[in-house]
């Protein structure tokens, strides 16, 4: 039975068993993975530093789509059927073609991992890897199947751990006021963040108000604390972390990584929980087919690592774009993003920024739709 409370002291007790799936990391891309083993009969353990659900991990906007594919819906905050967007000179109010939400972490993780039963759960920090051995500060735990979806760390990788600030990494700072507002707002102004922008999410009594640089060197509390005062709201209850902005391989000496571990995480906007989750459950679908004798370990790594690199060339756009948008002039830019308000238009660029990962793919039943690889009989 799954044991959800964040084990301190004397409980801490030692961990030293084997099971066929270790899945490292319970937030969005390790129970996605979950997800897709439920019922399968394996061991799968599942490990993370908190109980589940205990530490925010972002300011949780998703495409409403994707909550409603997962049947998450319970977990749902507000709703935005429009993006609001300040720059110094002028602001637009875009009709999205689909619509964006915010939602509870807790809530939308109690509710993933209960997709996922069962599963054995226990908080560990994970501190790295010996071939097929996983060490935590509670023991060794020997797997077959590994994956790390331990955020952008990557700490079972085989070289030395991604390091900011050179590595390709965008730094995020948010304070979580009480407060209520009806718009999804972004702020892309020089002002608050030179390559980057701050962003506004009420979530139904509370507002997650941020600042991201995608220049890691760019210290992001002091603007975090100005945008919040901005908008006469408290400076409290902060949220950071580094977000990867360039994919990296997804597997690597016989690991599977999903999620902010293998660079997931969209570039131009930083939105990394739908492309956790769609590579999560593309991870999960692999590792399905492994304990159900369909696939090898390594036809699976292979299957997995080229469904990852097969999104590659959306996210250089992405990427291009977010080194662009620093370069155009203010005044540029206030006339360009209007100019650029056009429903045919809006209606394709968002179209197409779905499509990276499209809530679709929960319902379809292929493992990695974009390849065309033969699974052994
Ligand atoms: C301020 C901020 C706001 C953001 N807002 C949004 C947003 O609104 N929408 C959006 O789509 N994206 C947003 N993002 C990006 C998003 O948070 C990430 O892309 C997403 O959380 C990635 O999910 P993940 O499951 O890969 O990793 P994470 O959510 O980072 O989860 C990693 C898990 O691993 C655990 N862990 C880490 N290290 C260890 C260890 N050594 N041992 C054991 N456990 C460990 C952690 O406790 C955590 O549960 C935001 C990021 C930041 C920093």
């Known amino acids: 039975m799954p044991r959800r409370a964040t084990k301190r002291g ?24 979950a997800r897709e083993l439920a019922g399968c009969g394996a061991e799968v353990l599942v490990l993370d530093r908190y109980e589940i659900g205990e530490r925010q991990t972002s300011a949780c906007g998703i495409p409403t789509l994707w909550l409603e594919a997962l049947q998450l819906t319970d977990a ?43 599963f054995a759960f226990e908080t560990a920090t994970v501190t790295g890897r010996t071939g097929s051995t996983v060490h935590t500060d509670r023991g060794e735990i020997g797997a077959p199947l590994i994956v790390d979806a331990l955020g952008w760390r990557r700490v079972l990788g085989s070289g030395p751990n991604i390091q900011p600030p050179d590595a390709l990494l965008s730094r995020g700072l948010e304070v979580h006021p009480f407060g209520s507002g009806q718009d999804m707002e972004v702020w892309i102004d020089r002002g608050y963040v030179p390559a980057g922008y701050g962003w506004s999410f009420p979530a139904d009594g509370e507002l997650r108000i941020g600042i991201g640089s995608f220049d890691p060197r760019f210290h992001v509390r002091e603007p975090t604390v100005r945008l919040a005062q901005d908008l006469r709201a408290e400076t409290v209850r902060y949220q950071g972390n580094w977000i990867p902005h360039a994919l990296r391989d997804a597997t690597e000496d016989g690991v599977f990584f999903a999620g902010d571990s293998a660079g997931h995480c969209l570039p131009l906007t930083a939105e990394g929980i739908r492309t956790a989750l769609y590579f999560g459950i593309a991870c999960g679908r692999e590792l399905r087919a492994v304990l159900a004798g369909a696939l090898t370990r ?46 045919r238009f809006l209606d394709w660029a968002f179209g ?15 493992t990695a739709p974009r390849l065309t690889v033969k699974v052994a009989a």
């Open 10 to 33: 004397a409980e801490r007790t030692r961990l030293s068993t084997d099971c066929d799936v270790l899945i490292c990391g319970a937030s969005f891309a390790g129970l996605a993975v």
């Open 76 to 118: 749902l905050q507000q709703t935005f059927g429009e993006l609001v967007i300040h720059t110094r000179y002028a602001t637009v109010r875009y009709q999205l073609p689909w619509t964006f939400s915010t939602f509870d972490y807790r809530a939308l993780c109690g509710l993933l991992a209960a997709q996922g039963q069962p």
């Open 298 to 343: 390594e036809q699976a790594l292979s299957r997995y690592h080229a469904f990852s690199a097969s999104h590659a060339r959306p996210f250089r756009w992405m990427l291009r774009v977010q080194r662009l948008i620093p370069r155009v002039p203010p005044r540029l830019l206030g006339a360009s993003l209007r100019a650029i308000d056009r429903k």
């Open 352 to 366: 197409h920024y779905l499509e990276v990962a499209h809530p679709r793919f929960v319902a379809t039943t292929a």
